[in-house]
Structure formats: structure tokens, C-alpha cells
């Protein structure tokens, strides 16, 4: 069984930084690309980056672009996402993700599509604002 513990989000002001983490099971991780995604109040799942499952291909959605890190140790079973330079607009829950049977991404070039990733968690909260 799939198991994806979030956790690390928190309130911060605008400007500022957090790091998420994300504590896989019940499947080899080192075999999955993995992805964060985000959901913001009222509105519907976005993507946000993904990486292959060596951890050396990484994709940013634009808004996230230079101010996001993803990165994975799969010795640790474990996705991390750095968030710098916060803004209002990042507000939201973060999940992870793991590809899905339908993932369509290739080793170098991570899926940007959010229905090819699977969600087992809880998701962390992450608010901006001053």
C-alpha cells in the first residue's frame, strides 16, 4: 500500500522560505519519478515539479521556476521540495506524488501532467502571508 507522509509546511510572510519533506512506503521509491503538486483554496490540483527517479531530471511549473528546489535521496526513501522567495499566491496544501501506471514522462524530461501521478497523503499546509 502506497504511503506518502508530507510534512514541513507552516505560515510564513512573504519573502520567506520553507522545506518540505516527503516520507514514501509501501513501493520502490527508487524506481518512481515523484512530483509535488499543490491545491490553493477553492481552486483544482496544480502541478509544481517533478524528478526522475535518479533524482538527475527535474521539470518546474513557470510560477515556481528559480525560487523551487526539488530533490530526492532514495537511500532515505525521501522527496524534498525548497521553497524560497515565498509569495501570497504559493498559498496552499502540498501533497507528493508518485507516477501512476499511466505515467507518460520520459528518465529526462520528469511528467508535468497531474493526473499521471499518484496521491497517498495528507498533504502539508503551506500559508503566505503578512
Known amino acids: 500500500q502506497v504511503q506518502l507522509v508530507e510534512s514541513g509546511g507552516g505560515s510564513v510572510q512573504p519573502g520567506g522560505s520553507l522545506s518540505l519533506s516527503c516520507a514514501a512506503s509501501?513501493?520502490?521509491?527508487?524506481?518512481?519519478?515523484m512530483s509535488w503538486v499543490r491545491q490553493a483554496p477553492g481552486k483544482g490540483l496544480e502541478w509544481v515539479s517533478a524528478v526522475n527517479s535518479g533524482g538527475g531530471a527535474t521539470t518546474y511549473a513557470d510560477s515556481v521556476k528559480g525560487r523551487f528546489i526539488i530533490s530526492r535521496d532514495n537511500a532515505k526513501n525521501t522527496l524534498y521540495l525548497q521553497m524560497t522567495a515565498l509569495k501570497p499566491e504559493d498559498t496552499a496544501v502540498y501533497y507528493c506524488?508518485?507516477?501512476?501506471?499511466?505515467?507518460?514522462?520520459?528518465?529526462?524530461?520528469?511528467?508535468?501532467?497531474?493526473?499521471?501521478?499518484?496521491?497517498g497523503g495528507q498533504g502539508t499546509q503551506v500559508t503566505v502571508s503578512s
Open positions: 506524488a508518485k507516477a501512476g501506471s499511466n505515467y507518460g514522462g520520459s528518465y529526462y524530461y520528469p511528467s508535468d501532467r497531474v493526473y499521471e501521478y499518484v496521491y
Open positions: 509501501g513501493f520502490t521509491f527508487s524506481s518512481h519519478a
